[in-house]
């Protein structure tokens, strides 16, 4: 019985293979190689960190400050957090218990997703949008269902869109507003058309 021969690729689990190598990141590759360019694509700005973060950074380096922290991040952070939300939108969170800290929206939405999709749930979520939102749902082994949005409309996303899509089997829906990279917005009277109580509501 002869055995087909393995490539590399063959290890890849096959929902991995399945995704493509994000274009943002060829364009990323391109700008880096060239002067006098302000790359615009991965949502970094032109200038570099200012200086009293960059200080903070290295004195709390010279402190010995590299251990573990807690899995939900500072405790400080987490209620200036807290406290931000509350003052900027009237929603309370128990710093203790209901904030965890991530290194960005892509390590928060991967969580998000592996804690709540079950293989096989719908996911939707609407387009254009930023790359990596079709691959973290076919990493959690959920099934991604894009909802156009429209020129036309500022590409808001409408009500009557999501209904035609929703299935028995959606799970959840994710939400970027302001959205990258079409900059659109959804007011909170849409916001409130587009509530379900039966969803997992994502939104960054």
Not at 122 to 139: G, I, N
Not at 144 to 165: G, H, P, S
Not at 193 to 199: E, K, N
């Amino acid at each position: 019985m002869s055995k087909t021969p393995q490539t590399k690729r063959d290890f890849i689990a096959e929902h991995v293979r399945t995704i493509p190598r994000s274009g943002i990141r060829d364009f990323f590759d391109i700008v880096q190689s060239m002067e006098n360019v302000v790359s615009l694509g991965i949502g970094e700005p032109g200038f570099v960190t200012p200086w009293h973060i960059r200080e903070a950074a290295i004195y709390a380096l010279e402190r010995g400050k590299t251990g573990y922290t807690s899995n939900f991040g500072l405790l400080k952070l987490r209620r200036g957090i807290s406290r931000y939300v509350r003052d900027n939108f009237a929603v309370e969170y128990d710093p203790n218990t209901e904030i965890l800290v991530t290194v960005g929206v892509s390590e928060a939405l991967d969580i998000a997703l592996r804690a709540t999709i079950n293989p096989g749930d719908e996911v939707l979520y609407h387009e254009p949008c930023y790359v990596s939102y079709h691959p973290s749902v076919v990493l959690a082994h959920g099934l991604a269902k894009a909802i156009q949005t429209r020129a036309v409309d500022n590409f808001a996303l409408r009500a009557e869109d999501i209904a035609a899509t929703v299935t028995s089997r959606t799970r959840a829906i994710m939400l970027n507003f302001p959205t990258n990279p079409t900059g659109a917005t959804l007011t909170q009277g849409k916001w409130k058309r587009l509530r379900a109580p039966a969803w997992t509501t994502i939104c960054w």
